[in-house]
């Protein structure tokens, strides 16, 4: 399972740098997006890979050890909202670009 | 400490957020009803930071000193997320108070009218700026790093226009960027120790096994990149002249604190974190930074050598200020932070004013080019177009406008190129009179104090350069008008400037305080962790 979370998140993030360096700013816009999967994945796994044990404590006396650390999933969540809302803001920001400068890209003129 | 003093601490921060959470409400065009709440706001923020000043200095004696520590949702310290205000952080919200409020007293003359919601914007801005100096928890300072660049994003916009949509497209790529290695160097130091509490983690560091070390340097040098590129290190600093350039004066006024807030982080995590007795981990990147600092100040100096233009003066100059401050940072040394952190304080001051005057100096040059520049409005509901019509609403015209405007430019480039009796000059001083202060001077501490005499030099020489082709060659135009609400602020920061030379004798006290405090970890430390919750108490 650590294999297969490694693979996914590099497999994310080299996909996501390719993008972030392509001249389109869609493209830019992708790659930050699969940038921000990897490193939500990457916080998880931070957090230790534990399978079938929920990051609930319940209430009285309980056992540590049958429970993974929430604490990676609460930063994961808080990750996830600033990264989706700052997307949406860059989405904005592009079209209003694309508009203005008529090309879409990253420079807002075309390579000469 | 009574109950109310005690809540004082997060007042920063959800002021202005409440305020944001009020001005919504209302509709754009009701521009007085805004403007008085900001302000009033601002101000009120200047009132409370310097209160927060005061109750951390422990109300008059200026070498003790006691962290005071606010338990958010009462959870204590390891677990729950805290709140500190130390020396150093009250001292970052006072000077952020100060430029907010001079910042936001400019727009009003008129460029709040180029653009909507920009009173929405600022306040939240400030909020996040204060609540990055504030927190005493990583993840938390992630959070205000978020809020700060959100709002930093509609403030580069602000005004519309091509060229802030094209320079805000880079500035928010390498941003989002940055934020995601910040989450990276987070989630590994938080691996490695299991802790994100800046205080918990002074202590967890010295314990971290040898075999862990490496990941958690790696981690921290990766956080500290995400830092730097905020602070506006070269070779990760290109997208900052350009941006600068193109905000809108106030805003690009308090964007001369944002760079600060990179200083401040990378400052409180190796004073705290990697210090010395933390194990394998002491001094970490020091000479990282050193270099970093070097490098910056040398392409900073060539930029501002190079460039015509006020505004990329400005922005060359806010990366040779980060550099000397990072370098200066990297020798260590309690008498060196002193001195550094008097010079924060007064470059940051200097920026601010520098960037507020640029527009009239500009203006009085070529009145035509910069009407021109704002009104594009992008969405429906934008309110614009106000600048135009309403010129006569700016206020009372005061004359002599080349005398003062000449006065102020004057006075600015003194103070940022360190010539005397400016602050400017006392704070280059302190700097080298801490460098000298060894028996034995380091190769690297004569290459800082050439570099810091070389950037003055070449600020001295650009600011008069353009000086003479603004302001004092005779041309046939009437001079522009200026009015009163543009020069006050102008001249409000100008003379807090004034202030920190007349009384830099207290002041430098503050700082060495400060930079005593910042050496003294257990103390920090203590304070944080010794807090017990009020247990269910209503406070």
């Known amino acids: ?112 | 400490m009574n109950d109310w003093a005690r809540h004082l601490i997060i007042a920063p921060i959800i002021l202005p957020i409440a305020v944001c959470a009020v001005l919504l409400a209302f509709n754009e065009r009701r521009r007085a009803l805004k403007r008085l709440l900001s302000l009033g706001t601002a101000a009120a923020l200047v009132v409370i930071s310097a209160a927060l000043v005061w109750q951390v200095v422990g109300a008059g004696d200026a070498s003790s000193s006691t962290p005071h520590v606010y338990l958010l949702g009462d959870w204590p310290a390891p677990f729950g997320i805290v709140l500190v205000a130390d020396r150093l952080s009250a001292l970052m919200v006072l000077l952020t108070s100060v430029l907010g409020f001079t910042a936001l007293f400019y727009a009003v003359a008129r460029w709040e009218r180029s653009g909507p919601r920009f009173h929405v914007l600022f306040l939240l801005l400030l909020a996040g700026v204060n609540g990055a100096f504030l927190t005493g928890d990583i993840f938390n300072l992630f959070v205000f790093f978020e809020v700060l660049l959100a709002a930093s994003y509609g403030l580069i916009l602000h005004g519309a226009g091509q060229e802030r949509t094209k320079a805000s497209l880079p500035y928010i790529t390498i941003n989002i960027a940055a934020s995601l290695l910040f989450l990276i160097g987070v989630a590994m130091i938080y691996a490695v120790t299991g802790t994100l509490n800046m205080a918990e983690l002074a202590i967890r560091i010295s314990r971290v096994p040898s075999q862990d070390l490496m990941l958690l340097e790696a981690g921290a040098a990766i956080l500290g990149i995400a830092f730097l590129v905020k602070a506006g290190i070269w070779p990760l600093s290109f997208w900052l002249p350009r941006t600068y350039a193109a905000a809108a004066p106030p805003v690009a006024a308090i964007f001369a604190i944002m760079t600060k807030v990179g200083i401040y982080v990378i400052l409180r995590l190796s004073s705290l974190v990697f210090a010395e007795n933390s194990g394998g981990a002491t001094g970490f990147a020091d000479d990282w930074l050193v270099w970093a600092g070097f490098a910056t100040m040398t392409y900073g100096t060539l930029g501002i050598l190079a460039t015509r233009k006020l505004t990329g003066i400005a922005g060359h100059y806010v990366m040779v200020s980060s550099g000397t401050l990072l370098a200066a940072m990297g020798m260590s040394g309690e008498a060196l932070t002193a001195a550094l952190l008097f010079y924060l304080v007064s470059s940051t001051l200097a920026v601010g004013a520098l960037y507020l005057i640029i527009e009239p100096v500009e203006r009085n040059a070529d009145e035509d080019d910069l009407v021109a520049g704002i009104a594009e409005p992008v969405f429906d509901d934008e309110y614009t177009g106000a600048v135009t019509e309403e010129e006569n609403e700016i206020g009372v015209v005061i004359p002599g406008t080349i005398a003062i405007l000449g006065g102020g430019f004057i006075f600015c480039t003194l103070l940022l190129a360190g010539l005397p009796p400016l602050s400017g000059f006392i704070a280059k001083f302190a700097i080298i009179d801490a460098l000298f202060a060894g028996s034995v001077i380091a190769p690297t501490a004569w290459l800082l104090i050439a570099l810091i005499i070389l950037s003055g030099l070449a600020t001295l020489i650009s600011m008069t350069r353009a000086g003479i082709d603004l302001l004092w060659t005779p041309g046939e135009d009437s001079p522009a008008s200026l009015s009163i609400i543009e020069v006050a602020p102008i001249g409000l920061l100008l003379a807090a400037c004034l202030a920190l030379m007349v009384f830099a004798g207290p002041v430098y006290l503050y700082m060495e305080g400060t930079a005593a405090a910042l050496s003294d970890r257990a103390l920090y430390i203590d304070a944080v962790l010794g807090m017990p919750s009020t247990g269910g108490k209503s406070p």
């Not at chain 1, 869609?26 to 930050?32: A, P, T």
């Not at chain 1, 490193?39 to 993974?68: C, H, K, S």
């Not at chain 1, 989706?84 to 890209?105: E, I, K, N, Q």
């Open chain 1, 1 to 112: 399972m650590e294999a297969v979370l490694a693979l996914a998140i590099g497999t994310l993030t080299a996909s996501g740098l390719w993008l972030l360096f392509r001249p389109r700013t869609f493209q830019v816009v992708l790659g930050l997006c699969l940038l921000s999967y990897a490193v939500n994945l990457f916080i998880v796994a931070a957090g230790r890979l534990r399978t079938d044990a929920p990051p609930i404590v319940g209430r009285g006396d309980v056992d540590p050890a049958q429970f993974v650390d929430p604490v990676p999933q609460a930063l994961v969540l808080t990750a996830i909202v600033i990264s989706f809302a700052t997307t949406a803001l860059l989405l904005v920001v592009l079209l209003a670009s694309r508009g203005l400068t008529g090309t879409d890209h990253v420079d807002g003129e075309e390579d000469q």
